[in-house]
């Protein structure tokens, strides 16, 4: 019986057996290293019960598991991912179905342009609404880092369609009197302000191009890309601020349009990154014949936890 267990063991990679071992002729379970059985008079309902269902279960390895949830395994108290499905895919969705278009519209692609605000009602309903519900769904599973990732950039695509709503009067505010409300898009006051906003969408970014050191190369590559394109965006609005005060000079407002389209260029790459990621969970959800890879990180740099359980062990 040793034996079929280290088979077992060894089949698994990690110890536990992926299914019930029903070759045990005492009508045992088999879970690790420790053998159950039905017939032990002293075992109450409850009791075996659980233990059937702690050897049914199955594990996933660190590798897909960092995969379909963007994360690093961790514990949570529970077993909530077997309850309810993943939601990563959702949030996922949200932002590209926001980003891919609005990348188009900065590159001014067939004529494309005025900011990305044709497409305010994706950044509405995509971006914000399953962003942030996919956040807080990732909350509930206990997943930190994609909960965080997740309902930030919902808020960042409800703030920018709020901004290009003339409702909210982010830009009307700085209209000249007497002028309509459009015109305070091209004043120093609106794109200077503006601009700082970008700017610290970029060190968030950059706090999670750090962090995600610790998930997969294409989750890494999202998040350089868009430290640079937040970056761009931030310097073609400050330009556009200097132009405006200087006389609309042409020199200035082309090269702002240059940043522009050179961000329109990052973010395009960024959603390039984010498909292929969102084509990789689905695969991955269905257990499809084939997998594409992420380049997964989670185990090539260690934890912090894992470093200190290494040295108490070493003691």
């Not at 002729?25 to 420790?34: D, I, K, L, S, V």
């Not at 015109?183 to 995600?212: D, E, K, N, Q, R």
């Not at 990621?277 to 499809?288: K, S």
């Amino acid at each position: 019986m040793a034996t079929e267990q280290n088979a077992q063991a060894r089949a698994n990679g990690n110890g536990d057996p992926l299914e019930k071992d029903f070759s045990n002729q005492n009508n045992g379970y088999t879970n690790g290293a420790n053998t159950y059985h039905m017939n032990d008079t002293n075992m109450d309902h409850d009791t075996a019960l659980g233990r059937i269902r702690t050897a049914g279960s199955i594990s996933i390895s660190p590798e897909l598991f960092e995969k379909i949830y963007l994360s690093p395994q961790n514990s949570v108290k529970g077993d909530l991912r077997k309850t309810f499905g993943n939601p990563t895919p959702v949030a996922l969705l949200g932002f590209l179905l926001s980003l891919s278009p609005l990348s188009c519209d900065l590159m001014g692609w067939r004529g494309a342009g005025g900011n990305g605000a044709a497409g305010i009602g994706s950044y509405y309903f995509f971006g914000g609404l399953l962003m942030i519900v996919g956040g807080f769904l990732e909350f509930i599973l206990g997943n930190t880092f994609p909960f965080v990732v997740f309902i930030s950039f919902g808020a960042f695509w409800l703030t920018f369609a709020a901004t290009l709503q003339p409702f909210y009067y982010a830009y009307g505010l700085y209209a000249p009197a007497g002028e309509p409300e459009a015109a305070g898009l091209g004043t120093v006051g609106f794109t200077a302000s503006f601009g700082f906003f970008l700017v610290f969408m970029g060190v968030l970014c950059f706090i999670y191009l750090i962090c995600s050191l610790r998930t997969n190369v294409v989750f890494v590559v999202i998040f350089f890309t868009l430290v640079i394109a937040f970056g761009l965006l931030s310097g073609a609005y400050w330009q556009l601020a200097n132009a405006y005060g200087n006389g609309n000079d042409p020199a200035t407002i082309a090269l702002a349009g240059r940043l522009q389209k050179a961000a329109g260029a990052f973010t395009f790459v960024t959603a390039l990154a984010g498909w292929w990621i969102f084509f990789a969970i689905m695969l991955a959800a269905l257990d499809f014949p084939f997998q594409i890879p992420v380049g997964d990180l989670s185990t090539m740099i260690k934890g912090y936890s894992e470093k200190q359980k290494a040295k108490e062990n070493m003691v």
